[in-house]
């Protein structure tokens, strides 16, 4: 099943924060971020894990609550190389393959 | 830097021609995947494997097929392009439960 993302765009200005959720309607055990840059492959920035862990990647942090199945990501002061689209990815595809949410495009403006 | 790559880049191609896409690792991940994607939009899953002589069929129904003689290779393959296939097409590869490496797509364009 498919997880929500929302909300489907922001746009920022540089040095804004936003934040980008991700929901299931099934148990998770993992939520999984990537941002992809028109015309570049997906790239990975974090996964969290069953636990309610908190990561970090540069300025960029997610939480995750399993028990709300769902997870939060959150840019801080944000940076024009910021801008693409990020997607949560839930397991359960065959070989632990992702299910990707519709994506949040993040435009940054100097 | 992630070692998996995806051959052509874009490759336009008439109505009814086979098709071989290309997808190789040098990784060593058992697991690999084809993802479609069109523009703007989220990724499908519609090929995977656990490894050698492992092929399933993901979440979105798709005429192509694939297969896996060696770990490191990965073709999707269309025996007759219609003008419905024309996306993007992503492979990637894992190791375990870790992230997905992927490789840098593949635009087709079926006119």
């Known amino acids: 099943q498919q997880p929500v993302q929302s909300p489907q765009a922001v746009i920022l200005r540089e040095g804004e924060d936003a934040v980008i959720n991700c929901s299931s309607s099934?148990?998770?055990?993992?939520v999984h971020w990537y941002r992809q840059k028109h015309g570049e492959a997906p790239v990975f920035l974090m996964i969290?894990?069953?636990?309610?862990e908190q990561k970090g990647h540069d300025k960029i942090s997610a939480s995750f609550n399993e028990k709300k199945q769902q997870s939060s990501l959150y840019l801080t002061a944000s940076q024009l190389s910021y801008s693409g689209t990020y997607f949560c990815?839930?397991?359960?595809?065959?070989?632990?393959?992702?299910?990707f949410g519709k994506g949040t495009h993040l435009i940054i403006q100097p | 830097e992630a070692d998996i790559y995806q051959t052509p880049r874009y490759l336009v191609i008439g109505t009814g021609k086979k098709i071989t896409l290309e997808c190789s690792q040098t990784?060593?991940?058992?697991?690999m995947y084809w993802y479609q994607q069109d523009p703007g939009m989220e990724l499908h899953l519609i090929h995977y494997?656990?490894?050698?002589?492992?092929?399933e069929k993901g979440d979105l129904s798709s005429e192509s097929t694939v297969s896996r003689i060696r770990t490191e290779h990965f073709p999707l393959t269309l025996e007759s392009a219609r003008p419905s296939h024309t996306s993007q097409y992503l492979c990637a590869s894992r190791a375990g439960g870790f992230e997905a490496f992927f490789g840098q797509g593949t635009r087709l364009t079926v006119v």
């Open positions: 969290l894990l069953k636990g309610g």
């Open positions: 990815g839930t397991p359960g595809g065959g070989a632990d393959g992702l299910t």
């Open positions: 990784m060593g991940h058992d697991k």
């Open positions: 494997s656990y490894g050698v002589n492992s092929t």
């Open positions: 099934k148990a998770l055990y993992s």
